[in-house]
């Protein structure tokens, strides 16, 4: 396996322990561990364990990108929100530690400003505004609907994370697409 072969599947293992652990409560020798390298080849691979969960959360970010960018593609105007949440539903589903890693990211980058560390927050902040655009071209560039899509997701975010079943009255409003199975 080449070494970005390797880094590839760092990325992976770290959003799997980030995403439950967090960053404070995930050893860089449990990531090593799932991906059967020592811990000296993981810090020839990243430098420091900071880099290990910046690179795992702007991979998760990039997916939800592409996750958006593909429901998007090729879908009439008045069907893309839809494709959008669908897909993304899809996702948390299908993965639910994308979720959870990105609960992490934010609680990671709270936690770097606190201490004066913005050079983490700039890098998230930075690619999530990739994703926002992707949000605001599919749904043709309005500022409101933008903002109203991004809102209701967060929303379902935070429902999701805290286990809110498809019949629960918090559900109540939202389309069918939006809610889990």
Known sequence: MSAEERRGSVIRAAMSEFAHGGYKGTSTEAIARRVGVSQPYLFR???NKQAIFLAASLRCIDITRQVIADAADGVPQEEKADAIANAYKK???????????QMQTYVAVASAEAVGDHEFGEAVRERWQEMWDTVHLALGADVDETKTFMAYGMLVNTLFSLGYPAGHRNW????????PA
């Open 91 to 101: 996702l948390l589903l299908d993965d639910p530690e994308s979720l959870l890693m």
């Open 45 to 47: 691979l990243f430098p």
């Open 172 to 179: 109540e409003g939202f389309h069918d697409s939006a809610r």
